[in-house]
Each structure stands twice: as structure tokens, then as C-alpha cells.
């Protein structure tokens, strides 16, 4: 007997199911020529469901003039497919919903272009209003992310128009978007100071950080895990293994969620092949410690937000299990025009990154994921004295500027506020008692050297040699590097042992 199963909830069945025979995934019974663009219908409009949005969607011209230009200008990143069509598929239907709240505040018959004119702009903002409002109050982050994705698809038509010769209505939405943009401040401004306040506040709080207890045990879960599925490979393990290796990537390296997934055959190749790191660059390096550290990673580069393009440090550890997932792609039925390294069965895209490190975190028993790990390397990276050269390198693995690490990511230095300022501040007041104990205090636990020198003296040399199992990460993520090398162990003696300290405390 046939089934027809929705592919959100299909797992649940193939759990269950004890017939062999493989599912033929369905495609539209209904063929729509609507649009010139046969690409664009298959990969966009086919996929709305029916629907009061999805009908109007695949019924409205100007709507699809507005996705599509969008589509066009995003679609030539063949890493960000995936993420283009939902981007694209999301901005269409907030836009529809809008219209159909336009629609209801209305008392007249409006069309889709009305909405782009000055008379109907009260109503515009009535529906804004409605759209965005819930049962717990204003949704913010909708109101602002809504307007955005308006003043673009008016941005659009602008251009549409202009195409078209469509003069008269050109001169209209030129004349519509001053008018909006001056009555933006009171339609916008309270829900984006309410998003930038929590933004600077709650997901910035250290109670948010994940603990380094647990990141301590995910990094020493998933590394045991992938040697285990690798030495015990069958294909019905080929999932998990591909999940482990993507969730140990993009915390190793405080990547964006899809980003570590995102990786191509053709990069996974470059840095197989050191192409970012020739051996003629390696052998003029002078530090022996750099030269080790050159020796224990490839390097690939891909596709971050927006334009930019940032690195992806591969460690050894995970090198052979990328072999295995290669290997075995056409065995696990993995199309040959699959362009990713991370490639599903079900599509031509890869996998979730998010989905990854959740399945993989929650297996260990931990609560970590991408967002909260970046904001933890951005912590601890704050907390360090680093040259104006190694921050810029930092700033570039992560994919940011300076400013938006500070004011997104990185926690208030709440601790070293107190520690500096209070001195300061009481020191003001007379209180010199406190102020010179603050200061006998602060001398002996602020300095990383001094830490790092008191961890080394504490240790045997066979206790130092046991701790050096532990990866480098903190130099590779943060360039941490100081040229005075107190104590080493023997198996490592090109290795710093500053790195060693700073890779047990803050492991990934």
C-alpha cells in the first residue's frame, strides 16, 4: 500500500517502516507558467504551499518580480543556494502577509501596488501594526526585519518600473518612499531600539556563555566519537559521522551555524593540497612553535555572510573521517553533481550545520551551540594582550568588524569594570586601605604570563606531557602568542607552552 508523507515528518515512518522498497519523492501535479524563469518556478513558487499565501503568491505578477530580482542577484553563490531560496521564499511571504493584513484594514478594494502609495500609508502602518502584534505584545525583531525586507522590494520596483517605462509609476513610489521614510521614525524606532537593547543586553549576558565544563566535554565527545564511527564505519552510520565532523568544525573554529557545513569538494581539495599554505611560505618562518602549529591544520576558505569570505581551519583529527564521507558518497546515494562536501541524499544542497551541532551536543549532553560559542570566543578574546595585527586576523576568522564583535558578541567586561574602576574611583574618596589591596590582588591575577608560568611550576614534567593531548586552539583562533617560552614538554618542544595552557582552559 502507498503513502504520501510530508518530508518534515517522513523520518518518523522510516523509523517504523519495514518495507524495503525505496520512497519516490513527488513533485507538482500543477504546472505553473507563470513566470518566464522555469528554474525559478521549480525551485521558488512549486515550493509554497497551497494556501492563502501561496496562491496569492503564485497568482501576483509585481510579488514575483519582486523575489525573482532578489533571486537573481543571490542565486550566483553556488555555496548559499539553499540559503538563498529560503531567504528568498521568507521575504515573499512576509510580503504577502502583509498585503493580506492590508487587505482586512481596508475598507475598499485594494491591490497589491497599493501599498506602495502615499494615500494608503496610514493603513499601511494600521497593518504593520497588526502583523506585528501577538498575545506577549509587539514582535520587535518582525517589525524591524518586516520594514526591511518593504523598503527593499520598494527598492525593486523603483527599478522595475524605470525597466519597464513605466513612468507615471515610477514618479509615484519615488514621492511614496520620501513619504515613508518620514513617517518611518515613528512606525520603526521603538521596536528597533527594543532589538538593539536586547541585543547589547540579554544575548550578551555571561550567564548565557556556554560553561566550560561542557565545553570541555563536547570537544573530548566528538573527538573519541569520530574516531569510533571512523574505525567502525558501515553506511548506516554515514549521517552521524557527517554531523560529528560538521559540529566539530564550526565550534572548533566559532563558525555561524551553516557555515562549516557549507564547504565545497573544490575547497575541501585546495586545502588538502596546501594551496593556502605553500610549503616555501611555511620554511620562512623563523618560530619553531609556528612552524609545529603550521603542521597540524589545512586550511580552506568559504563563503561567510554576505560577501565576505573567511577561513576554515581543518584539524588533523578530523581529516580521515572527511576521506570516509568522500569515499562513500555514491554508496550513501549521493548525487555526483552534489557540489558539497557535507552533501545530503534528499537534495543537491548540504546539510544543516544547526542541526549538526545540536544532535551532536545534545548526544553529549551538553547545551552549547554556534551563537553562544562565538560569543564565548569573542569573551575570551577580549580578556587578552594582543598586537593590533593578531586582532585584525581575529576579526577576520570570525567574519566581523571590530565594532560589531564588541557590541554583539563579546560581554561587558563587567569583572575588570569593577576591578579597575572601584580602585580608581574609591582611590577618589580616600579610601587608600582598599585601593593598595585592590591592587596587591589585581598584580597577581590579571596577568596571563604569570598564570601560565604558576601552571608549569605546579606540574611534574610527566603531569605537563599529559595536558599537552589537548589542541592548540586558542592560538589558531586567536593568535595567542608569546615569544617567551617558559617550560616545555619533551614528546613537544616546538610547541609554546602558553598555547598548552591556554588550549586546557579554553578548549573547544
Request: glycine share 4%; proline share 3%.
Amino acid at each position: 500500500m502507498q503513502k504520501i508523507f510530508s518530508n518534515r515528518t517522513f523520518y518518523k515512518h522510516k523509523e517504523t517502516c519495514v518495507v524495503e522498497s525505496e520512497p519516490i519523492k513527488t513533485r507538482s501535479l500543477k504546472t505553473l507558467e507563470v513566470h518566464k524563469d522555469a528554474e525559478f518556478v521549480v525551485n521558488i513558487l512549486n515550493k509554497f504551499r497551497d494556501g492563502r499565501v501561496g496562491s496569492f503568491i503564485r497568482g501576483s505578477k509585481i510579488i514575483q518580480v519582486i523575489g525573482y530580482k532578489h533571486y537573481l542577484a543571490r542565486k550566483a553563490d553556488s555555496s548559499k543556494i539553499n540559503e538563498v531560496k529560503r531567504e528568498v521564499m521568507m521575504e515573499m511571504r512576509e510580503l504577502s502577509r502583509l498585503f493580506i493584513c492590508f487587505q482586512s484594514v481596508s475598507d475598499v478594494s485594494v491591490t497589491f501596488e497599493d501599498m506602495y502609495k502615499r494615500e494608503h500609508l496610514t493603513m499601511l502602518e494600521e497593518a504593520f501594526n497588526k502583523l506585528c502584534m501577538s498575545e506577549d505584545g509587539e514582535k520587535h525583531g518582525l517589525k524591524v526585519n518586516l520594514n526591511s525586507i518593504f523598503q527593499r522590494s520598494a527598492k525593486i520596483l523603483s527599478g522595475y518600473f524605470s525597466e519597464s517605462k513605466l513612468d507615471k509609476q515610477m514618479k509615484e513610489l519615488d514621492k511614496f518612499r520620501k513619504a515613508y521614510n518620514s513617517k518611518l521614525p515613528e512606525l520603526i524606532d521603538k521596536a528597533k531600539y527594543h532589538t538593539e537593547k536586547n541585543s547589547l543586553k540579554k544575548a550578551r549576558l555571561p550567564k548565557n556563555l556556554p560553561i566550560e565544563e561542557d565545553m570541555i566535554k563536547i570537544h573530548k565527545y566528538s573527538k573519541a566519537e569520530i574516531d569510533f564511527t571512523v574505525k567502525n564505519f558501515s553506511i548506516s552510520s554515514y549521517s552521524w559521522l557527517r554531523s560529528l565532523v560538521v559540529a566539530r568544525l564550526t565550534l572548533y573554529n566559532a563558525r555561524r551555524g551553516e557555515e562549516g557545513s557549507r564547504l565545497l569538494l573544490e575547497d575541501w581539495h585546495d586545502a588538502e593540497n596546501g594551496t593556502w599554505t605553500p610549503l616555501d611560505n611555511i620554511e620562512e618562518i623563523e618560530d619553531e612553535g609556528e612552524r609545529y602549529l603550521l603542521g597540524q591544520f589545512k586550511l580552506a576558505y568559504l563563503t561567510g555572510k554576505g560577501r565576505k569570505s573567511v577561513p576554515l581551519l581543518i584539524p588533523t583529527d578530523v581529516i580521515e573521517a572527511i576521506g570516509v564521507l568522500i569515499s562513500n558518497r555514491l554508496a550513501f546515494g549521493i548525487a555526483v553533481s552534489n557540489k558539497f562536501v557535507f552533501a545530503t541524499k534528499s537534495s543537491m544542497y548540504h546539510c544543516s550545520g544547526w542541526h549538526a551541532v545540536d544532535s551532536v551536543c545534545e548526544a553529549a549532553g551538553v547545551s552549547v551551540n554556534a551563537t553562544k560559542n562565538r560569543h564565548r570566543a569573542s569573551t575570551v578574546y577580549s580578556s587578552l594582550d594582543m598586537s593590533d595585527k593578531d586582532r585584525r586576523i581575529f576579526f577576520e576568522h570570525l567574519g566581523h568588524s571590530e565594532k560589531v564583535n564588541k557590541e554583539n558578541y563579546q560581554c561587558p567586561p563587567g569583572v575588570n569594570e569593577v576591578r579597575v574602576m572601584g580602585k580608581f574611583l574609591n582611590s577618589l574618596e580616600g579610601d587608600s586601605e582598599f585601593s593598595d589591596g585592590a591592587s596587591a590582588v589585581s598584580d597577581g591575577s590579571t596577568s596571563v604570563v604569570s598564570q601560565e608560568e604558576k601552571y608549569v611550576k605546579g606540574k611534574s614534567q610527566q603531569q605537563h606531557l599529559a595536558d599537552t593531548c589537548i589542541s592548540p586552539t586558542v592560538y589558531c583562533l586567536m593568535q595567542v602568542y608569546i615569544k617567551t617560552i617558559p617550560v616545555l614538554p619533551q614528546s613537544c618542544n616546538t610547541a609554546p607552552s602558553t598555547i598548552w595552557f591556554w588550549s586546557k582552559k579554553y578548549q573547544f
